[in-house]
Each structure stands twice: as C-alpha cells, then as structure tokens.
Nanobody
Framework: QVQLVESGGGLVQAGDSLRLACVASGRTLSIWRVGWFRQAPGKAREFAAAVTWSTSTTYYADSVKGRFTISGDKAKNTVYLQMNSLRPEDTARYYC???????????????????WGQGTQVTVSS
C-alpha cells in the first residue's frame, strides 16, 4: 500500500504560478512512476505529467508542456508539480497517482496507476 497526500492548490489568476506537492508513504520503495492527473467537473481524468522514479525521466501532456515541471525529491518521498503561466483551462482537481508496475510504459493511462490521493483543487480565474 502507498498513501499519497497532495497539497498546494488554490485560487489564482491567469498567468500566476502554483507548486503542488505529493508526499508518499508506505511501500515507497516499489514505486515505478508518479503521475499528476487532473479532472475538471463533468470531464474525464486526464494526464498532465509523470516522472519515472528510478531514472527521473519526465513526461508531459502537450497542453502543459513548457509551462509545468514535474520533479521528485527521493529523500522526502515527495513529487512536485510546478505550474507556471496558468490558464483558466487548467482549472481542475489535481491528483497524484502511483504506478508500481516495473517497466510500465503506459504513463498517460490512468488505469496504469494503482494508488492516488484525495486531490487538491486548482482554480484559475481569467
């Protein structure tokens, strides 16, 4: 089991920045990949960014590439999502998710992730 707690969300204006944090506890040694997904009201959960824990390889959705940066601090079992130049369309609840499957390549598919947190709300006003 892995427990995940997200924080850092809030209400900001377009163009502002936020940094989300996800702290993992439990079976953290078996983490293969950590992803950030987001879900707006009435929409499906969508991939935003991910990092492979052992290699620090990062992946981004086209909609956030160049604006968001995912990073990890293994000593703190924490993954961050730095979000710059926020837009109203970034408004969503953001979830941190963990994939335990060694070598998994389906980083965009939310079904590949076995654990997730309660999420943190990000609201961007125009």
């Amino acid at each position: 089991q892995v427990q995940l707690v997200e924080s850092g969300g809030g209400l900001v204006q377009a163009g502002d920045s936020l940094r989300l944090a996800c702290v993992a506890s439990g079976r953290t040694l078996s983490i293969w990949r950590v992803g950030w997904f987001r879900q707006a009201p009435g929409k499906a959960r969508e991939f935003a960014a991910a990092v492979t824990w052992s290699t620090s390889t990062t992946y981004y959705a086209d909609s956030v590439k160049g604006r968001f940066t995912i990073s990890g601090d293994k000593a703190k079992n924490t993954v961050y999502l730095q979000m710059n130049s926020l837009r109203p369309e970034d408004t969503a609840r953001y979830y941190c998710e963990v994939d335990h499957t060694l070598g998994s390549s389906t980083y965009r598919d939310v079904r590949s992730y076995e654990y997730w947190g309660q999420g943190t709300q990000v609201t961007v006003s125009s």
